[in-house]
């Protein structure tokens, strides 16, 4: 028998669809098969794609994880159920975990503020200052190669690294 | 041993006394302490209310004792509950602090109190009368500085101090006024003026902080934003809108003069017969009364040398009057009547009454 579908290969698979009422039935060849797969084995009126939802699943099987357990903070164990519930973060660094939903709260409690202007500790102006000088060493030294002056770009370069070493020693 | 020393120190020496600081003030119609904290944690640890014991904040602790020269360990869990009840009516902690936090460390004149585990790690506290808010501010500023030099504090670019509370992160930054507005409350301006500061971020409470009833017309005015803008931007509106409170008290004053001057003399002497003269005394009568006298006084409608609102209202709190009943060693049959009988015979005796 040749396939119903290209007419030129031999149907090797027998396709049967229906629910009870309604039954179509197809001969295919294995090409065809596959192709009427990927492009409709579904009736028109389905909203349920399960071949969607477990493709989606197969590829993201990480979402399927989440799912099943809340996110939780390494450090004290919180969930944002039990933030939400205390009105009250667990530790400093449930702040990094729960990013966009700390975000959120914050802002709600906040009156839309989300960025701090205040008091910096002396540690972090530090850190912060030295930040600001490498990015501002880094975009001169790109500049100097451009230009392709290499003796002054050595100099910036071994500064840069100079401030590198200081700051891994600092925890930065 | 030595937390046990530092905790019989604290008993003779407050027991006494008034705080210090609070001693020899001179008193504004309306305008008392103010009180300025400081929200900060360990960066990595968890809130004190996830921790068990003291979750690894000795060491913390032993670095911050090298600096804070001078102050006094005050360990919770070796007190009575009569001693953290003063400990609270003079403010030096908080109600929660005495329930769930792990010790204090309090300046000698009693003006600055560091909360070890109160809902952060630890809050700085500075308080004075007729300061400006700012120097109180720069005053826990410089606390915070030695104490940062030797803790690491859990600080985020973003979000600033990270606190338990997200309602405290940024700067951590409570600041609060007292302000005695028994002309607001008898015009019923009060809730209105409540509702539109909370519009602000700001907010008035009673005088022991959340969910404390306002007592003898006192209010704390504070600020309820910390992120979003500078200590001294908090602090400044703080000042403005305590200013404009002020103008409209004084307002208010004016027209109860003019307009209920009988109204206002019947209450003001009324209360004066009352402390003067009565044999027992709850606290809240205590305090309205009290209250009725200081716009009295302000009004010069009457007349007390050596009358101290702000001090007596401390003295008519319930652990200061126990602490008077403790020393007279006197037989009771029931507690609430005797504290009662002790503060009349208190205000008697201020007063120059029988």
């Known amino acids: 028998m040749k396939c119903e579908s290209c007419n030129e290969r031999e149907a090797t698979i027998h396709i049967s669809k229906g629910n009870g009422f309604e039954k179509t039935e197809k001969f295919l060849c294995e090409q065809c098969a596959n192709a009427s797969f990927e492009n409709d084995f579904s009736y028109p009126d389905d909203t349920f794609n399960i071949q969607k939802l477990l493709k989606s699943l197969s590829e993201h099987p990480s979402l399927q994880q989440t799912q099943r357990r809340p996110k939780q903070c390494g450090t004290c164990g919180s969930t944002i159920n039990t933030i939400v519930q205390m009105g009250k973060f667990g530790c400093p660094d449930c702040y990094a975990t729960f990013g966009s939903q700390a975000a959120d709260i914050i802002s709600r409690v906040q009156a839309h503020q989300s960025e701090h202007a205040g008091k910096m500790p002396v540690k972090s102006r530090a850190h912060l200052k030295t930040r600001k000088k490498l990015e501002q060493l880094r975009g001169r030294l790109e500049k100097l190669v451009e230009t392709q002056e290499f003796e002054e770009a050595a100099v910036v370069r071994d500064e840069i690294r100079a401030l590198e070493q200081a700051g891994d020693s600092d925890g930065i | ?354």
Not at chain 2, 145 to 164: C, N, P, R
Not at chain 2, 236 to 258: F, P, Q, T, Y
Not at chain 2, 270 to 295: N, Q, V
Not at chain 2, 324 to 347: F, G, P, Q, W
């Open chain 2, 1 to 354: 041993m030595k937390s046990e020393r530092w905790n019989r120190q604290v008993i003779v020496m407050e027991y006494s006394h008034i705080s210090p600081w609070m001693q020899d003030v001179e008193e504004l119609p309306v305008e008392m302490s103010t009180r300025v904290r400081l929200a900060r944690n360990v960066s990595h640890l968890p809130f004190p209310y996830m921790m068990k014991d003291d979750g690894g904040l000795e060491p913390v602790l032993a670095k911050l004792e090298a600096v804070l020269d001078g102050y006094r360990r005050v360990e919770m869990n070796g007190l009575q509950f009569e001693d953290k009840a003063l400990l609270v009516e003079k403010h030096l902690v908080s109600p929660l602090f005495t329930k769930r936090g792990l010790l204090s460390y309090i300046s000698e004149d009693e003006s600055v109190s560091i909360m070890v585990n109160e809902e952060d790690h630890l809050r700085i506290q500075t308080m004075g009368v007729g300061i400006p808010m700012i120097d109180l501010y720069r005053k826990a500023d410089a606390i915070d500085d030695m104490l940062e030099s030797e803790v690491d504090y859990a600080f985020d670019e973003k979000y600033g101090y990270l606190t338990a509370c997200p309602t405290n992160v940024g700067t951590g930054l409570r600041a609060s006024v007292m302000l005695h507005l028994p002309a607001l409350t008898f015009g019923s301006r009060i809730q209105t003026l409540a509702a539109n500061l909370s519009r602000f971020g700001f907010t008035l409470r009673g005088i022991y902080g959340e969910g404390s009833v306002p007592l003898g017309h006192i209010y704390q005015l504070s600020n309820q934003l910390t992120l979003g803008q500078t200590e001294e931007e908090i602090i400044n509106n703080l000042d403005e809108l305590k200013e404009r409170i002020v103008e409209e008290e004084m307002e208010m004053r004016s027209w109860l003069e003019s307009e209920h001057l009988l109204e206002v003399k019947d209450s003001v002497y009324r209360s004066y017969g009352l402390l003067k003269h009565a044999y027992r005394m709850p606290l809240k009568e205590a305090a309205k009364c009290l209250s009725d006298l200081k716009l009295g006084t302000d009004l010069k409608l009457i007349e007390h040398e050596d009358f101290q609102f702000q001090k007596w209202i401390q003295l008519i709190q319930p652990a200061f009057i126990k602490m008077r009943l403790n020393e007279k060693d006197k037989e009771i049959t029931s507690l609430e009547h005797a504290v009662e009988e002790e503060r009349a015979a208190l205000m008697r005796q201020l007063l120059g009454g029988e």
